[in-house]
């Protein structure tokens, strides 16, 4: 069923809680691996399920230094734009996807990556709620304010919670909020409502390459498939 984007653009506190339940979300998902299911594919190419852990952790030390790093200069990018530097398979993102692997292998021991992993999104959400959302904050060579930052943030651990439980059947989905982000990341990067038979799974995964579009979406989606991927 679709999931409408109820957000109050005048709500402050929206970004913040929308990050706190996406990362309880795919927190939830995580706290209950093992060190055999750390092992199964994602929907990330060429990632196990302890290497997209790996790059989330990651995620999240990156949205605590620049939570915590103001920045005096003017916001070149929003919560909608920010997604327009990542596209799909490019040299840089080939070159992400060893560095990670790399990384997330020499944990021996899946239960200390887990154990990072999990107090790292507690501190990242209690960062977000303790944040100015008027501030402005650099990440990754742009300056945002935090409550863009902030839903982007929240999109991002969403879509890689979708990634993490391709193989995880009985895994709990992600939070409604952080569908919500995704939803109008989407809307706004295509400049277009997505087609109303699209649940929010499923516009996440084809809006961002994981899933091709079939004829007949194309067909619907007329000029705008040509859109696709937004952002990957």
């Given at each position: 069923?679709?999931?409408?984007?109820?957000?109050?653009?005048?709500?402050?506190g929206?970004?913040?809680r929308?990050?706190?339940?996406?990362?309880?979300?795919?927190?939830?998902?995580?706290?209950?691996?093992?060190?055999?299911?750390?092992?199964?594919?994602?929907?990330?190419?060429?990632?196990?399920?302890?290497?997209?852990?790996?790059?989330?952790?990651?995620?999240?030390?990156?949205?605590?230094?620049?939570?915590?790093?103001?920045?005096?200069?003017?916001?070149?990018?929003?919560?909608?734009?920010?997604?327009?530097?990542w596209?799909?398979?490019?040299?840089?993102?080939?070159?992400?996807?060893?560095?990670?692997?790399?990384?997330?292998?020499?944990?021996?021991?899946?239960?200390?990556?887990?154990?990072?992993?999990?107090?790292?999104?507690?501190?990242?959400?209690?960062?977000?709620?303790?944040?100015?959302?008027?501030?402005?904050?650099?990440?990754?060579?742009?300056?945002?304010?935090?409550?863009?930052?902030?839903?982007?943030?929240?999109?991002?651990?969403?879509?890689?919670?979708?990634?993490?439980?391709v193989?995880?059947?009985?895994?709990?989905?992600?939070?409604?909020?952080?569908?919500?982000?995704?939803?109008a990341?989407?809307?706004?990067?295509?400049?277009?409502?997505a087609?109303?038979?699209?649940?929010?799974?499923?516009?996440?995964?084809?809006?961002?390459g994981?899933?091709?579009?079939?004829?007949?979406?194309?067909?619907?989606?007329?000029?705008?498939?040509?859109?696709?991927?937004?952002?990957?």
């Open positions: 069923m679709k999931t409408e984007d109820t957000r109050d653009a005048g709500d402050a929206g970004p913040a929308a990050v706190r339940a996406a990362y309880e979300a795919a927190s939830a998902v995580v706290a209950g691996l093992g060190d055999e299911e750390s092992w199964l594919p994602t929907g990330c190419t060429g990632w196990a399920v302890r290497d997209l852990v790996f790059h989330c952790l990651t995620d999240a030390q990156r949205a605590l230094v620049a939570l915590h790093t103001p920045s005096p200069e003017p916001t070149d990018r929003d919560a909608v734009s920010y997604w327009q530097d596209a799909p398979n490019t040299v840089g993102a080939a070159n992400g996807r060893r560095w990670v692997r790399v990384n997330a292998s020499m944990f021996l021991d899946f239960g200390q990556l887990q154990g990072l992993y999990l107090e790292t999104l507690a501190a990242a959400a209690h960062a977000a709620e303790a944040a100015d959302p008027a501030q402005h904050v650099g990440t990754q060579g742009h300056v945002l304010t935090a409550g863009d930052l902030l839903t982007t943030l929240a999109v991002e651990a969403t879509v890689h919670h979708l990634d993490l439980t193989a995880l059947p009985l895994a709990p989905g992600p939070a409604p909020e952080g569908l919500a982000a995704v939803r990341t989407l809307d706004g990067l295509l400049g277009r409502p087609l109303p038979e699209w649940g929010d799974a499923h516009y996440a995964r084809v809006g961002t994981r899933a091709p579009l079939t004829e007949a979406e194309r067909a619907a989606l007329g000029p705008a498939a040509d859109r696709f991927p937004a952002f990957g």
